[in-house]
């Protein structure tokens, strides 16, 4: 019977996390060190072989993401899989002909559970060549003995060849959908009016505008893998100067693409609010993005509601004073109390708890979502990890580091494991997704046109900017 895996909710529980992993005979107590059943530290080396599994003994599943998750700040993910592999073959004797059949029924379920678990979760790692050589090797081997283990060996390459070839047609679309925002903005600058339409004649509900602006990034958030959090992280091992930095570990940048969606909706905004010529256009725009972002808000889609919030605040938009007379401005001043960075950004974090809560309870998977503010996370993995030592002065693995920042990662698995319960509108997600937005340069032309220059640093910087465009 192969071991059972967890949803993510339940691998890290409420009181912190679950990291009794109590010691095996197999441990050597000079190598990996506890505290009250706790592991707080231990030699890479007796890390590594606490990850291999044996006849009486499989890790617990939160030591197997924390350890795969944080090994890559020591050693590539290729280097672990050929160890994990030659560690299999020496202790499960895989490699001898005469191996006891029964013997190898009871470790082979455990070693393509750890296989299984890997590939599922971090599958990102095989893009690797070598990495997939070695895998196949050793299922290969657990393979040959049973043909039950045929299956499941051929089951677990078939999803993870699936994942693969997924992320790379999303890399894809991606590519295709930045090559047709250029091309159309290169349109606009050149005839602005021959294709210009603004979101509310493509979408005039603020509802289904957020409900789209879900769909986007829930997709998003899916593709990321948790190790994009730490490979940035990866510099030089301090204990091993031959290591090379970062160079081949990357092998997405589906977290750079997340971030960069955020900016591009704040730019959207901006540029949806600063293009009409009339300004009572210009306040209904503002009021509809007000109406979106509170949906967002309602939704749990924290990214968004902070997107627009940022270009609804940029200086091309705040500026626009005599728009912003005709707004009714008490709901914006909420939602911006809600995403107020002071104290360490408190009421966001507070409206983050409670959507937290919300979802463990939910029966729909509307109550499910929570999308973070993303670049808050990013930062706060950051310091979590600059904060402490990957190494304590003995040379151990500080561990107990480890495990806060799976914990923290974690998290973000089950977030974005949701699927989005809203219906598609390709028309929509189209328009959000393509339509050309300005830069700051643009918008500030745009804003000087809506509104004119107050003071002499505005007229010239009109001057500037008008001669450039004409130029």
């Excluded at 197997?64 to 560690?87: D, G, N």
């Excluded at 070839?165 to 679309?173: K, N, T």
């Excluded at 290591?243 to 750079?256: A, H, Q, V």
């Amino acid at each position: 019977k192969m071991p059972q895996t967890p949803p993510f909710a339940a691998m890290f529980d409420s009181s912190g996390y679950n990291r009794n992993l109590y010691q095996s005979k197999e441990d050597n107590c000079g190598e990996l060190y506890y505290h009250d059943n706790n592991l707080l530290s231990g030699s890479l080396e007796a890390l590594i072989q606490h990850l291999v599994p044996n006849v009486d003994y499989y890790p617990d599943r939160t030591y197997i993401f924390t350890f795969l998750l944080s090994s890559r700040l020591f050693m590539h993910p290729y280097e672990l899989m050929a160890k994990v592999c030659q560690l299999c073959i020496e202790q499960q004797r895989l490699s001898e002909p005469g191996r006891d059949k029964n013997w190898i029924q009871k470790i082979a379920p455990k070693i393509l559970q750890l296989l299984t678990e890997w590939t599922e979760t971090f599958p990102y790692d095989f893009r690797d060549e070598r990495m997939m050589r070695n895998l196949k090797d050793l299922a290969q081997r657990i393979a040959s003995g049973d043909e039950m283990y045929r299956k499941n060996v051929q089951q677990l390459l078939q999803n993870l060849i699936r994942k693969l070839a997924a992320v790379s047609q999303y890399e894809e679309v991606l590519a295709k959908i930045d090559a047709t925002s250029t091309d159309r903005l290169t349109v606009l600058k050149t005839k602005p009016q021959s294709i210009q339409r603004d979101i509310i004649t493509v979408c005039n509900d603020p509802y289904v505008l957020a409900q789209q602006l879900t769909h986007i990034e829930l997709e998003r958030l899916n593709y990321i893998g948790p190790e994009e959090f730490i490979q940035a992280f990866v510099q030089k091992d301090p204990l091993n100067n031959d290591k090379s930095c970062y160079g081949d570990r990357k092998k997405t940048r589906n977290l750079e693409a997340y971030v960069e969606w955020f900016n591009r909706l704040s730019y959207l905004v901006a540029t949806e609010i600063c293009m009409p010529v009339k300004k009572k256009h210009r306040a209904r725009m503002i009021e509809y993005f007000i109406d979106v972002a509170r949906e967002c808000f309602n939704i749990g889609n924290f990214n968004s509601l902070m997107a627009i919030i940022s270009g609804m605040n940029m200086s091309p938009v705040s500026r626009l004073k005599k728009t912003w007379a005709k707004v009714k401005t008490a709901k914006f001043y909420i939602l911006e109390h809600q995403m107020d960075p002071s104290s360490n950004f408190y009421n966001y974090r507070t409206a983050l708890r409670g959507a937290t809560q919300r979802s463990l309870t939910a029966h729909s998977n509307r109550e499910k979502i929570v999308i973070p503010f993303f670049s808050l996370l990013i930062k706060d993995i950051y310091f979590l990890n600059e904060g402490c030592a990957n190494r304590l002065p003995n040379g151990h693995v500080n561990f107990e580091k480890f495990w806060e920042l799976a914990k923290q990662v974690s998290e973000f698995m089950t977030w974005k494991q949701v699927e989005c319960p809203f219906e598609r509108d390709w028309k929509i997600l189209q328009y959000l997704l393509t339509v050309p937005v300005f830069h700051d340069d643009a918008l500030y032309l745009a804003s000087y046109e809506s509104e004119s220059p107050e003071n002499h640093t505005e007229k010239d910087r009109w001057k500037t900017l008008r001669f450039v465009s004409e130029v």
